[in-house]
């Protein structure tokens, strides 16, 4: 069946550095596409968003790239800080239905 | 502006009783939904409801599960009765209208333990 997926269950990136979390998805026929971040005891929180006639849309601090050749997706973060651990969520929305990856945990180490 | 409010943020039951977790949508919102989260499953879509109108309840695990919304500013999810594998956070999320493109929001969860 369809599917979307994360390549990485976990990230441990130094502060400061940039940090790229990838995502593939399956359904060709998806058209928007959405990154979320779950801190511990939260709700997903929308970070960025980007739709299929896209293929790069940048944010403050973060980029997403969309690939529809190869189906992926990836958020970057730049100059990552401890606030940005958390784990990360992409979601392909068709029609109505938001399918989530399974999600990668990003770690900061100070 | 308040988000999607959810209640309650924990609950802790014994196995066979009744459940219930609202949810109050972000106002002016005309869909939402109900998802639950576990470690082995991740987030599961259980029904999504537009104009108060339950739509898809495909996800809906099994008949001890029911979801209602009466009007446009309040959703129940109720379960019973309540089973340990039932121990999961559910969310209630909200979108402006039924169409691809739209951000969905969630709460910040119900924590849910069935013992």
């Known amino acids: 069946g369809e599917s979307v997926g994360l390549h990485l269950p976990t990230l441990s990136v130094q502060e400061g550095d940039n940090s790229i979390i990838n995502c593939a998805y399956s359904?060709?026929?998806?058209?928007?596409f959405i990154w979320y971040k779950q801190e511990s005891g939260k709700g997903p929180q929308f970070i960025i968003d980007?739709?299929?006639?896209?293929d790069k849309r940048q944010g403050q601090r973060v980029t997403v790239l969309l690939n529809k050749t190869v189906k992926h997706l990836s958020l970057q973060i730049a100059a990552t800080q401890p606030g940005d651990s958390a784990v990360y969520f992409c979601a392909e929305n068709s029609n109505y239905k938001l399918s989530f990856g399974a999600g990668t945990t990003v770690t900061v180490r100070a | 502006d308040a988000g999607v409010i959810q209640s309650p943020r924990h609950e802790v039951t014994e196995m066979g009783q009744e459940v219930t977790l609202r949810c109050k949508p972000i106002?002016?919102?005309?869909?939402l939904f109900w998802y639950r989260q576990t470690m082995m499953r991740g987030l599961e879509l259980l029904i999504y409801?537009?104009?108060?109108?339950?739509?898809?309840d495909s996800g809906m695990p099994e008949d001890r599960f029911s979801a209602k919304m009466p009007n446009a500013s309040f959703s129940t999810l109720k379960i019973q009765p309540s089973e340990p594998r039932d121990s999961a956070v559910y969310f209630c999320?909200?979108?402006?209208?039924?169409?691809?493109?739209?951000?969905?929001?969630f709460g910040e969860g119900s924590w849910l333990t069935v013992v």
């Open positions: 999320a909200s979108t402006p209208r039924q169409t691809s493109g739209n951000t969905i929001y």
């Open positions: 106002s002016g919102h005309n869909s």
């Open positions: 980007i739709r299929s006639n896209m």
């Open positions: 359904n060709s026929a998806s058209d928007y």
């Open positions: 409801f537009n104009n108060n109108v339950p739509i898809d």
